[in-house]
């Protein structure tokens, strides 16, 4: 069940309206890293989690809380495109920069389309997708995946800032770093914790077995498929692994090779160019036809 309370979570008004600013806040909005995209992705993590308690609570919890920043986006962008005139072209372009900046840089179809109001896509008109989402039911694969959907989100708010002198809109995406801080450290929390309560480990999924893993020696071995010559100074080079299952190594290139097979002869019937002359396809085609009706 949802009940909308109508107020938001923090205030959401702009000094003054900006139309090209407008289509910038719509990538975090809609983007692949927008609010719309964490809403929905911690919901169905929580719709498609497997056990009661914390953390699906948790997951619920921060899924409402999105879905209220996608509303704090959404009417700030309103404002941000309240007072914007529709433009003419001619002198009005050269005269007014407001009308230049409307013909420039606003996204056109946020008057044509939604009526000066915000759209369900990224800063470039692209719509959002729900193959943005990930839900996979491992709470470790998951949390992963959420964490770096904070770090993300945070990253692209915090470039936002510097492009807008507003105080209005300022105010708003300080706020928004501020909770995506939380959110990331969240997920970091969360993830420790499921590995304190035993119920997930690495490498993902932990209950599959490393013991099915083949060759085993290439589980923890660096391989070195540039001609980077540092590599082998990092972390993941040497030394135990961070699942605490195994120890690092380096090789300098792949340490196994398998024979190309040779190339794949489909069904006749997909006209695919073969080796084999054309008249013999033909007489394959009508063969496969009598043989196989389906």
């Given at each position: 069940?949802?009940?909308?309370?109508?107020?938001?979570?923090?205030?959401?008004?702009?000094?003054?309206?900006?139309?090209?600013?407008?289509?910038?806040?719509?990538?975090?909005?809609?983007?692949?890293?927008?609010?719309?995209?964490?809403?929905?992705?911690?919901?169905?993590?929580?719709?498609?989690?497997?056990?009661?308690?914390?953390?699906?609570?948790?997951?619920?919890?921060?899924?409402?809380?999105?879905f209220g920043h996608?509303?704090?986006?959404?009417?700030?962008?309103?404002?941000?495109?309240?007072?914007?005139?529709?433009?003419?072209?001619?002198?009005?372009?050269?005269?007014?920069?407001?009308?230049?900046?409307?013909?420039?840089?606003?996204?056109?179809?946020?008057?044509?389309?939604?009526?000066?109001?915000?759209?369900?896509?990224?800063?470039?008109?692209?719509?959002?997708?729900?193959?943005?989402?990930?839900?996979?039911?491992?709470?470790?694969a998951d949390f992963?995946?959420?964490?770096?959907?904070?770090?993300?989100?945070?990253?692209?708010?915090?470039?936002?800032?510097?492009?807008?002198?507003?105080?209005?809109?300022?105010?708003?995406?300080?706020?928004?770093?501020?909770?995506?801080?939380?959110?990331?450290?969240?997920?970091?929390?969360?993830?420790?914790?499921?590995?304190?309560?035993?119920?997930?480990?690495?490498?993902?999924?932990?209950?599959?077995?490393?013991?099915?893993?083949?060759?085993?020696?290439?589980?923890?071995?660096?391989?070195?498929?540039?001609?980077?010559?540092?590599?082998?100074?990092?972390?993941?080079?040497?030394?135990?692994?961070?699942?605490?299952?195994?120890?690092?190594?380096?090789?300098?290139?792949?340490?196994?090779?398998?024979?190309?097979?040779?190339?794949?002869?489909?069904?006749?019937?997909?006209?695919?160019?073969?080796?084999?002359?054309?008249?013999?396809?033909?007489?394959?085609?009508?063969?496969?036809?009598?043989?196989?009706?389906?």
């Amino acid at each position: 069940m949802f009940f909308h309370r109508q107020e938001l979570q923090f205030k959401a008004q702009p000094s003054a309206p900006d139309a090209v600013f407008a289509r910038s806040l719509q990538e975090v909005l809609g983007g692949q890293y927008g609010e719309i995209t964490v809403a929905m992705q911690y919901a169905f993590q929580g719709w498609n989690m497997h056990i009661p308690g914390k953390y699906r609570d948790l997951v619920f919890g921060i899924a409402a809380e999105e879905f209220g920043h996608v509303e704090m986006l959404a009417v700030m962008i309103a404002q941000l495109l309240e007072k914007q005139p529709l433009g003419v072209s001619g002198n009005a372009l050269q005269d007014d920069p407001t009308v230049a900046a409307v013909l420039g840089g606003m996204d056109r179809q946020h008057a044509i389309v939604a009526g000066a109001g915000a759209r369900a896509v990224d800063s470039n008109g692209n719509p959002w997708q729900g193959s943005f989402i990930t839900a996979s039911g491992n709470l470790m694969a998951d949390f992963h995946a959420n964490a770096n959907a904070e770090m993300q989100g945070r990253l692209q708010v915090a470039r936002l800032i510097h492009m807008t002198d507003d105080h209005g809109v300022r105010d708003m995406l300080k706020f928004l770093l501020a909770r995506d801080t939380m959110h990331q450290n969240q997920w970091l929390a969360a993830i420790e914790e499921l590995k304190e309560d035993g119920l997930e480990l690495l490498p993902v999924p932990s209950n599959y077995g490393q013991a099915q893993d083949s060759p085993q020696e290439v589980s923890y071995q660096y391989q070195n498929f540039s001609d980077g010559a540092h590599a082998a100074e990092g972390r993941w080079a040497s030394g135990p692994t961070p699942d605490g299952n195994g120890t690092f190594s380096y090789s300098d290139g792949p340490t196994t090779t398998a024979e190309m097979p040779p190339p794949t002869h489909p069904d006749a019937r997909l006209f695919g160019t073969t080796e084999l002359p054309s008249t013999v396809e033909r007489l394959a085609t009508k063969a496969q036809d009598l043989l196989n009706r389906e």
